[in-house]
């Protein structure tokens, strides 16, 4: 199993909006960054555990526990030219694009903010403190995960 950090700006997909999905599940579309594509589409796997991060908004943090629960597959936003993330580039012959699909699993007591998560010690190698550091999908390690659970779960 690995350990994931995923964004999202809550006014546009929130960590309740996915709790509101149809059995609590979404896809994870839109992406256009290589990295974090290649992310989805070459190291997600079914079970794997995510944290749900809110991001350009008053106060970052990670609000809960998803899970992965479809591998990928090809992102048909990139196929519809009504959509924002419309790319001529990307056919169903050759999808440029990928997404997975998540399934809410905990919300946090608590939300870690990202203030929190850079003043604890543990966390000082994670990808999401690191400058200049802006993927939407950042692997986390274990004890990272483990380490923000902890601090969420927590009163």
Same mark, same amino acid.
């Given at each position: ?6 964004k ?5 997909f929130?960590?309740s909006? #996915?709790?509101l999905?149809?059995?609590s599940t979404?896809?994870?579309? &839109?992406?256009?960054?290589y990295?974090a594509?290649?992310?989805?589409r ?5 079970g ?6 809110h991001?350009?908004c008053?106060?970052?943090g990670v609000e &809960? ?9 090809p992102?048909?936003?990139s196929f ?10 990307s ?9 997975v699909d998540i ?5 946090f007591?608590?939300r870690?903010?990202?203030k /929190?998560?850079k003043?604890?010690?543990e #966390?000082?190698?994670m990808k999401? #403190?690191?400058k &200049?550091?802006r993927l939407s ?5 274990e004890?990272?995960?483990?380490? /923000?659970?902890?601090? &969420?779960?927590c009163l």
């Amino acid at each position: 199993m690995k350990y994931w950090l995923l964004k999202s700006e809550p006014n546009l997909f929130s960590f309740s909006d #996915l709790k509101l999905s149809n059995n609590s599940t979404d896809c994870w579309d &839109g992406v256009r960054n290589y990295q974090a594509r290649n992310y989805m589409r070459d190291d997600m796997k079914r079970g794997d555990k995510v944290l749900f991060y809110h991001s350009n908004c008053k106060e970052p943090g990670v609000e &809960g526990v998803a899970e992965v629960t479809k591998e990928a597959y090809p992102d048909y936003t990139s196929f519809d030219t009504e959509s924002r993330f419309y790319d001529p580039k990307s056919t169903k012959e050759s999808p440029r694009w990928f997404m997975v699909d998540i399934t809410w699993k905990e919300a946090f007591k608590k939300r870690v903010t990202l203030k /929190i998560m850079k003043n604890t010690p543990e #966390l000082k190698n994670m990808k999401l #403190l690191v400058k &200049g550091q802006r993927l939407s999908i950042q692997p986390v390690t274990e004890s990272e995960f483990m380490k /923000i659970y902890e601090m &969420g779960t927590c009163l």
